[in-house]
């Protein structure tokens, strides 16, 4: 199989990936382990040394790597071609040919360009690089690692390019014609004939909540989206690091439950039941739960500095740490009481109209 010059410069900008795609599996290994190691230096030096001065010669050393790269990828492009004209280069077998589709899909993308459906590789491609950049992007500019836990969609989306990539090369085998289309006109597709992706919902049920929407369960999906973003929220706020235990919970019970309904959707009639009936029935609660805590972080973000200095000054007592320490200890335990009693009453008049 001829290679695309073209692509070939394209994927040679990541030290190593050209000569991959070329099949120079040794030049590979060499640029791109020497371009990681030469990288993660680099950091090492920032993060754990704090030194910046020395920082800049692995980045040296990384720049001059990525131009002996292009150059060496250049005249191997040159070579091969002149072989190719010549017809020195001889045709591999199937199986190797297969062997090497499957370990160019470890990277994503990759595995699609060599069977030539190019918009198809692009597609995984770019999702992985940019939805991996954004969230790394995002996390460094807020300051807050919370967000690098959505790295996790990078592995799904990983584990899917590959099983696709090999789904592809079966179909070139059998004769089929292949398709280059993304996997978003696939979407459509299924979404003009009045049906859902299940292996779309599938990814999208590793947020809480997001795939019971795409499949039309809109009051589900819309509370377990809220539990496990309001428990975050709210056990960070509080300073609760005793119940982070919730947040797993939410997240594997919303994930399951989705891929439930998905393996009913197309067999039998999914039901929009809310996890919970009784907020549905009691909004007038809702809101009193959002004034109040309305109310507590304005006396916690407003208030209290302001009376904390007050007091400090005048009376020397420091509030913040009275209210830290002892304060929001009583009030969710007090919670927590209110709430169990709550529960074995409605069980004891549960009882009772049931005895009767």
Not at 42 to 59: M, S
Not at 77 to 93: F, R
Request: charged share 15%.
């Amino acid at each position: 199989m001829n290679k695309n010059p073209f692509l070939a410069l394209v994927l040679g900008l990541i030290p190593g990936l050209g000569h991959l795609y070329l099949k120079k599996i040794g030049r590979f290994i060499l640029y791109s382990g020497g371009a990681l190691l030469l990288f993660s230096f680099a950091v090492f030096c920032v993060v754990e040394l704090g030194e910046r001065t020395i920082v800049f010669l692995p980045l040296f050393l990384l720049a001059v790597l990525w131009i002996i790269n292009l150059l060496d990828l250049v005249i191997t492009i040159i070579n091969q071609t002149k072989k190719q004209e010549a017809g020195e280069l001889i045709n591999p077998s199937k199986e190797s040919e297969r062997f090497y589709i499957i370990l160019l899909s470890i990277i994503p993308g990759l595995g699609h360009f060599q069977l030539g459906l190019m918009q198809r590789g692009l597609t995984f491609l770019v999702a992985c690089t940019g939805i991996g950049s954004m969230i790394i992007f995002v996390a460094l500019l807020t300051s807050q690692e919370s967000f690098l836990i959505f790295l996790i969609t990078l592995p799904v989306l990983w584990i899917y390019n590959f099983f696709d990539v090999v789904q592809q090369l079966q179909k070139k085998e059998r004769g089929e014609r292949l398709d280059d289309r993304t996997i978003f006109e696939e979407f459509e597709e299924h979404r003009e004939q009045g049906k859902k992706n299940k292996t779309f919902a599938s990814i999208l049920a590793m947020f809480p909540g997001a795939g019971h929407m795409y499949l039309g369960l809109q009051r589900r999906g819309l509370q377990l989206m809220a539990a496990f973003l309001l428990s975050i929220y709210l056990l960070d706020l509080l300073r609760l690091s005793a119940f982070l235990f919730l947040v797993p919970i939410i997240w594997f019970y919303s994930f399951f439950d989705a891929l439930q309904q998905t393996a009913k959707y197309g067999k039998e009639r999914v039901h929009d039941e809310p996890i919970i009936d009784y907020f549905i029935n009691h909004q007038r609660w809702i809101g009193i739960g959002l004034i109040t805590l309305g109310g507590y972080y304005l006396l916690d973000q407003t208030v209290l500095p302001i009376l904390n200095n007050y007091f400090a000054t005048i009376f020397n007592i420091h509030l913040s740490e009275l209210y830290y320490r002892y304060f929001q200890t009583s009030i969710v335990a007090l919670l927590l009481i209110g709430g169990g009693f709550k529960l074995l009453l409605g069980n004891k008049e549960n009882k009772g109209g049931t005895k009767e």
